[in-house]
């Protein structure tokens, strides 16, 4: 039996995925040393691999091979596009993609104008405005902290995910629109479905019958 091997985005989500895991007899006793230098963990007895990635490359390596299954925001995967199979929400980490910025914004995405909008999501805030809203816009692709754009005027509004709020309270901007909810979601590459189909299935259905007995926030 081949090892199914894991691309987990790094922080809260890998986490809760673990915790998941371990409610499904999945444990890797090395991941939780905080000290460790590994980079590969494996749990021989069930053949499984694990391995932390940047959120933004865990597509990456499951639409190349690297990886069987990923878990990921839905946020990274819209964003990257990537040729994989999308087969759960795992019911986590949930939030929402927004077009934010002062309320004065407001009246100009309702007329259509033409404006100016900063993201660190460029990808995902072309498809809102242009087929969804069929309105041209100018996008501009920022790494940083994106709430500053419309203070300085760089943009008029902002595309990013939205949590509580708070952030957006604090600098006078405000929620104009909702783009797309978000949360994490489980990603399989196509020809690991194929190859590994039974394995695979059965950890999805397992983490469903987990999810409609418990539920797992933030």
């Given at each position: 039996m081949r090892y199914l091997t894991f691309a987990l985005a790094k922080g809260r989500l890998a986490k809760t995925t673990m915790a998941m895991f371990e409610e499904l007899g999945i444990t890797c006793e090395a991941m939780k040393d905080k000290d460790?230098?590994?980079?590969?963990?494996?749990?021989?007895?069930?053949?499984?691999?694990?391995?932390?990635?940047?959120?933004?490359?865990?597509p990456t390596y499951v639409e190349y091979g690297a990886a069987d299954i990923g878990v990921v925001g839905e946020d990274t995967i819209l964003e990257e596009g990537r040729n994989l199979y999308e087969v759960m929400d795992l019911g986590f980490g949930k939030c929402r993609m927004c077009v934010c910025g002062p309320a004065s914004a407001r009246e100009k995405l309702k007329h259509g104008e033409l404006i100016r909008v900063a993201s660190k999501?460029?990808?995902?805030?072309?498809?809102?405005?242009?087929n969804k809203k069929f309105q041209t816009v100018e996008i501009i692709k920022l790494n940083g902290s994106v709430e500053l754009a419309p203070i300085v005027g760089l943009s008029e509004v902002i595309v990013d995910i939205v949590e509580t709020g708070s952030t957006l309270k604090e600098n006078g901007l405000v929620v104009l629109e909702e783009v797309c909810p978000l949360s994490?979601?489980?990603?399989?590459?196509?020809?690991?479905?194929?190859?590994?189909?039974?394995?695979?299935?059965?950890?999805?259905?397992?983490?469903?019958?987990l999810l409609q007995e418990e539920s797992y926030a933030d």
């Open positions: 460790t230098r590994k980079l590969i963990f494996v749990n021989e007895e069930l053949k499984l691999k694990f391995f932390l990635a940047k959120a933004s490359d865990v999501y460029p990808h995902i805030a072309k498809d809102y405005f242009y994490a979601r489980m990603i399989v590459n196509p020809v690991s479905m194929r190859m590994e189909n039974d394995r695979i299935k059965g950890l999805i259905h397992n983490l469903r019958e």
